[in-house]
């Protein structure tokens, strides 16, 4: 198992290690069970996006009462019950599935369905409150966020994110070392594109095959703030697939389970 694990990818960026896991699983199934191993990559083909994709801008997503809702919930959050787990990374406070943006959610997944072309269900979802030292690293998310409302309850300012193309999962990723972020930004083939929300308005887009970004918020003013809303979906019917501790019981290799993920508990939030 050892040669396994040295073998194993890990890539710098935000919630890669799901990828990390793929690969593991997937180099794993090559050495010990050749003939199942294009069974597993094409079970994953529904989690790959169709590369014609375009982000797709959402003015007036949720009428007046909703936007006035989501605000005054951002407004009463106690942030000591809020996550700060993201606080040093993005500079942001989360707060996972609240009942009332689940209900949302779930009642918009027909329109999305509708918009992206597959029928889809709801995956996670949270508030996002990037505070004044508020920045997104470049990062392509596992396929939990394969489509992704974000959705600007409100802003100090304009804060612009950006997105590749759609771009195949970066496999066979060669480390270039700690100028990596810009070598991916700079990458003419990406062909990055910068989308601005007002308050009210939302984006969707296909956050586990597009890289995406926000430069650190500019601070103009007194406060600084860009608080966001993210609604994420799965192709439906594909829950159980997605969780990489159930890979061993679907492709039926008990094997598999022995396999420990390089990255470590962090793979535990897939579970979510
Ligand atoms: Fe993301």
Redesign the pocket.
Known sequence: MAAQHERSKSFPW??SPWLSAYLAAREFIQVRCPQKEQEFVRAFDVFRTPPDFEVLHLPGLFDDNVLAELSSIVRDLDHRNASTDELVNFGRFVKWDLPYVTTLQEDLAERVSELVGEAVEPSYNFLSLYKELGV?HV???APF?KW?IDYCIEQSAVWPIYFSRIVPWPEDWVDPGPDWENIIKSEPANRFRSFEMQEGEALLFS?SSQW?YREPIERRQEQNYCHLL?LHYIPAGTADLKVPANWAEIFDIPALAELAHPTGDRVMRFDK
Do not use: A
């Open positions: 935000y919630d997104c990062h392509m998310d966020s992704t956050g995406h993210f």
